[in-house]
């Protein structure tokens, strides 16, 4: 009787393990697809940086050791990631987002033409902008995330 207890707890304390392990690796999986690459130049070309997700970048003076600012141009975004890109820094409350709040915006003094002006792109998975000229983006990027699905 004691050695069957010890097998079935043994068998448990595997399948315990196994299933660790299991969720470990499928964890891993999701994440090591969730990332976006950054390029200085069209069609991923010249210097570039990877971040792996999720990641938030309030400003892009100091990226890997690099300033960043306004000198992004394209982007590979990874299948598991979704990357915002912002035009002013520190991802702060855009203005298409305080058009939602009128007696915000009629405080601050913002007017419809602000909003109109303002800018940021969502990028879903798999996406490959090869030149954010293409979007009237060109060199404006002040800040990003790169969120994971």
Partial sequence: MKQIKKTIHGFISLLILMMLLGYTTSVHAKRSDCWAEF???????????RLQGPA???????????????????VLVGPKATVTVFENKNMKL??????KHPVLM????????DILEDSEIILHPNSK?????????YHKI????????
Avoid: P
């Fill in 129 to 137: 902008i090869h030149s954010f000229g293409e979007y009237n983006f």
């Fill in 56 to 74: 938030y970048k309030r400003n892009l003076v100091n990226v890997k050791g690099e300033n960043w600012d306004k000198r992004i141009e394209s």
């Fill in 142 to 149: 002040r800040s990003l995330k790169v969120e994971c699905i």
């Fill in 39 to 49: 390029y200085e130049d069209a069609q991923f070309k010249g210097s570039s940086f």
């Fill in 106 to 113: 009629k405080s601050l003094g913002i007017t419809m033409q």
């Fill in 94 to 99: 855009t203005l298409k987002e305080m058009a």
